[in-house]
């Protein structure tokens, strides 16, 4: 008998285990409700029970059956007035990357005036992530922290979110649907990028000396016609046959195109280690104080800094889709062009102007 029981748990609990695994998949009324391990054992005792009072016609039997029924009915009237009245909304404290992990602020409003107790929110399948509250006040709202972990980049709309809770007895499990409006932008992966690689030149800083009207002596030059007598130099001009005007420094922001060739054969893998590897060159380049500029498939984002700039950056590439195209910048720019491609067999298709630097993905 003890056998018995022993192969009837094992049985139990390998088919929640199988129920646990496709619960996301499973479609069933809203009035449903699943039972958990407790609620079959529960279920099954009682089924005995009935049985029992049936063939030996005792009160007490009778009493108990009773009693469990009440327990039942009890558990699936509870469980589903505490996962109603539930509405949630998403916040995103900071920009989130692919294949790292970052957390998310999830806001439950009660809107019933009782509260409600032991609320699991399940995320969506692209962020795979749960969190947990035990305790929600009637007409309040509580906030709770989940940590995510995106693994492509890319527009998610949130849709529906899971609440589900075994409130009173952990004998049955509501699941219900919350839809969550908005959505999540979720950036490149980034690499480790140095900065002086970038460059070929470690220490170069984000500007550039040109003539202009700085403090600092460029050059001397000939005089010509409109220069003012006042930046003559005197000196200089004495010891040469005619006069020589001092021209000043300016230091003037440095610039540069990053390119993303998706040119040649089609390779989704090496397109995203290209989109990776611009992603974050973009946020090393304009931290450092460059103006930085986009040339990709189907996308072309002028000169632009700061941060409000890069997250425009980073929001085009977290959209872009691989295109047999080496995109041109659409403008004349006097800074460097670097750009990364595919691998350096393919890419039937090059860019008029020659890059000053080319990476290759299939090397990164």
Known sequence: MEFGFRELNARLEALDGRLKKHADSISYPEWFMMPTNEGIRFLLATLLLALASFNTGNNLIYLIFGLMLSIILLSYVLAALNTRGLRLKVKVPGPVYASEESEVIIRIRNEKRFASYSIRIRLPDELSSSAFLPFIQGGGASSVRARISPKARGVFGYGSFIIESSFPFIFFK???????????????????????????????????????????????????????????H???????????????????????????????????????RSVSWAASAAIRLIESGYYTGLAAPGAYIPYGSGKGHLFRLLDQMAVLSEQDEAPEPETAHAGALLCVRKSRGGGGKAAAEAPDLVVYADTL
Request: include cysteine; proline fraction near 4%; hydrophobic fraction near 35%.
């Open 174 to 232: 509501r699941r219900c649907k919350v839809h969550v409006d908005g959505s999540l932008t979720v950036y490149p992966a980034l690499m480790d990028i140095d900065l002086g690689v970038l460059w070929g030149n470690k220490g170069e800083g984000a500007h550039t000396q040109r003539p202009g009207e700085g403090d600092e002596l460029l050059s001397l030059r000939e005089f010509r016609e409109g220069d003012s007598q006042k930046s003559v």
């Open 234 to 272: 005197w000196k200089a001009s004495a010891k040469s046959h005619g006069l020589l005007v001092k021209e000043y420094a300016s230091l003037m922001p440095k610039t540069v195109v990053l390119m993303i060739d998706g040119s040649g054969e089609s390779s989704p893998d090496l397109f995203e």
